[in-house]
T-cell receptor
C-alpha cells in the first residue's frame, strides 16, 4: 500500500494476553495516531504520539515511535474480550488530512 | 463522546438515484473529511475541507461531490448512484491537521 503497512493483518489471542500491532509509514510525519473501530462503526481515537516522542502510555495502551525506522507499535496489555476490534494507525499528511493504514483485526477470545 | 453525526446510518437505493449523505458536527472544527471504507478494509480519503467554501479532492477518485457552506455541515452527494458506490462512508472532523480526528458512526450505502 502506498499509505504504509500494518502487521499483522489479523491477530487472535486469549483474554489476559498482551497484543502488539505494528505500523510502518513512508513519509516524514508530525505525529502518528492510533484509532480503534468496532465492527460497522466509526473510528475512535486512542492515542497520539508526536514525532519528537518515543513512547506514550494511556491506561493499558503503550505506543512507541521510531522515526528512524518509520515505524510505530501499539501494545495492549492484559487484553479483554471487549478489546476485540480493528486497530488503525494514521499519519498526518503534512497537516492537511490523515492517511490511514490497512488496520489490524484483533480478536480476544474469552 | 464525539459530537459528529451522520445520517442516514443505512441506505439502500436503486441505481441512478441521486443521494446526499449528511454530516454535521457541533465542535466548531474547521477541518472535515469524508472517507470511504469497504468492510474490513482500509480507509480512503475522498474529500476534505479546510473551512467554509473550501473543498478538496482526496486520494481516491470519487464521483461524489461535497459542499461546505456552513462550518458545521459537510454533505456528500452522489448525482447518479451505481452498484460500485456500495460501501461505508465515514465523516470526520478535526480542530486542525495535527490533532485528533473525531468520526461519525458512518453511513452504510447499498446500491442495487
Amino acid at each position: 500500500s502506498q499509505q504504509g503497512e500494518e502487521d499483522p493483518q489479523a491477530l487472535s489471542i486469549q483474554e489476559g494476553e498482551n497484543a502488539t500491532m505494528n505500523c510502518s509509514y513512508k513519509t516524514s510525519i508530525n505525529n502518528l495516531q492510533w484509532y480503534r473501530q468496532n465492527s460497522g462503526r466509526g473510528l475512535v481515537h486512542l492515542i497520539l504520539i508526536r514525532s519528537n516522542e518515543r513512547e506514550k502510555h494511556s491506561g493499558r495502551l503503550r505506543v512507541t515511535l521510531d522515526t528512524s525506522k518509520k515505524s510505530s507499535s501499539l501494545l495492549i496489555t492484559a487484553s479483554r474480550a471487549a478489546d476485540t476490534a480493528s486497530y488503525f494507525c494514521a499519519r498526518d499528511n503534512y497537516g492537511q488530512n490523515f492517511v490511514f493504514g490497512p488496520g489490524t483485526r484483533l480478536s480476544v477470545l474469552p | 463522546e464525539a459530537d459528529i453525526y451522520q445520517t442516514p446510518r443505512y441506505l439502500v437505493i436503486g441505481t441512478g438515484k441521486k443521494i446526499t449523505l449528511e454530516c454535521s458536527q457541533t465542535m466548531g472544527h474547521d477541518k472535515m473529511y469524508w472517507y470511504q471504507q469497504d468492510p474490513g478494509m482500509e480507509l480512503h480519503l475522498i474529500h476534505y475541507s479546510y473551512g467554509v467554501n473550501s473543498t478538496e479532492k482526496g486520494d481516491l477518485s470519487s464521483e461524489s461531490t461535497v459542499s461546505r457552506i456552513r462550518t458545521e455541515h459537510f454533505p456528500l452527494t452522489l448525482e447518479s448512484a451505481r452498484p460500485s458506490h456500495t460501501s461505508q462512508y465515514l465523516c470526520a472532523s478535526s480542530a486542525g491537521g495535527l490533532t485528533e480526528a473525531f468520526f461519525g458512526q458512518g453511513t452504510r450505502l447499498t446500491v442495487v
